[in-house]
């Protein structure tokens, strides 16, 4: 697996761009204090390969509009947006040229939380979905792997601040992870902007 720094090369059916430093490290520290404080963390039962577990990380959704969302046998309804995730939402839209109704957030513990691998597919995001991806908290690996070559496996260091977004085909050609570590890491908030349409 190569490791992919900034700037990103071409990749097939893919569209992916990183932006360390989205947020200056005073602003990412204080969001990342205000959102573990005040959030409404919650933790679903997961049904994968017909077992039933606690999900390994804690969730929460926000967004417009009230349209729920589901993955993995779990249908989550959303939260009016705070006045904090609004301000955000609207910074990474002017960066990005997308518009997105909604913030799921995901919150790593410890280097045991993880969210295996996957793909942003799912029908309610329509085709060629965007998503945006904005990183607080301490550094975890991202693995991303072309479904159909296997030559194209890779990971990046999501930094606190960064924000990596992913659009075109990406999400029907390859999927993503964010594996368990052995390393000593503290707690990691990602918000992931999409649009439920």
Request: proline residues 9%; charged residues 20%.
């Amino acid at each position: 697996m190569k490791v992919l720094t900034p700037p990103f090369p071409a990749l097939p059916d893919a569209e992916l761009r990183y932006l360390p430093g989205f947020l200056t490290p005073a602003e990412a520290t204080r969001l990342m204090a205000l959102f573990l404080e005040t959030l409404p963390w919650r933790q679903d039962p997961i049904t994968v390969f017909g077992k039933t577990y606690p999900q390994p990380r804690l969730t929460a959704l926000y967004g417009d509009g009230g349209k729920s969302y589901g993955y993995s046998g779990i249908r989550m309804h959303p939260l009016p947006f705070t006045p904090e995730l609004s301000r955000l939402k609207a910074d990474v839209e002017a960066v990005s040229g997308e518009r997105f109704s909604t913030c799921l957030l995901n919150l790593y513990r410890d280097g045991q939380d993880s969210n295996g691998w996957h793909a942003d597919n799912e029908k309610e995001l329509g085709t060629n979905p965007a998503i945006a991806s904005l990183s607080l908290g301490d550094v975890r690996w991202f693995h991303l792997k072309h479904r159909g070559d296997k030559a194209h496996s890779y990971k990046i260091a999501l930094e606190p601040g960064s924000l990596l977004l992913m659009g075109g085909s990406m999400q029907h050609h390859w999927v993503h992870q964010v594996p368990k570590t052995r390393r000593e890491v503290g707690p990691r908030i990602n918000l992931t902007f999409r649009k439920i349409l």
